[in-house]
């Protein structure tokens, strides 16, 4: 069974959790370009059009831009 999957992603955000009034604490970050990762299937919660869902350390999440076609990391999850 494949455990990883290799992804060209791009800029992305680090959700830190929730402040007083239970609104998101975000930091972006912009890169130029897209690099390739090798991704845990395990680490990934959700993927839509323009972002992959991963968690992070000390329960953060990272919303990932990515290079692909949704069909193509959808396969990729699928052939897992």
Excluded: C, P
Excluded at 15 to 44: C, L, M, P, W
Excluded at 61 to 68: D, N, R
């Amino acid at each position: 069974m494949k455990k990883y999957i290799e992804v060209s992603m791009g800029s992305f955000m680090i959700t830190h959790g929730y402040d007083q009034n239970n609104k998101e604490i975000e930091e972006r970050v912009v890169v130029d370009g897209f690099s390739k990762k090798v991704v845990a299937v395990d680490r990934i919660k959700s993927v839509s059009e323009k972002y992959i869902l991963t968690d992070y350390l000390d329960g953060r999440w990272i919303y990932w831009e990515y290079l692909e076609s949704y069909e193509e990391v959808k396969q990729m999850l699928t052939d897992v």
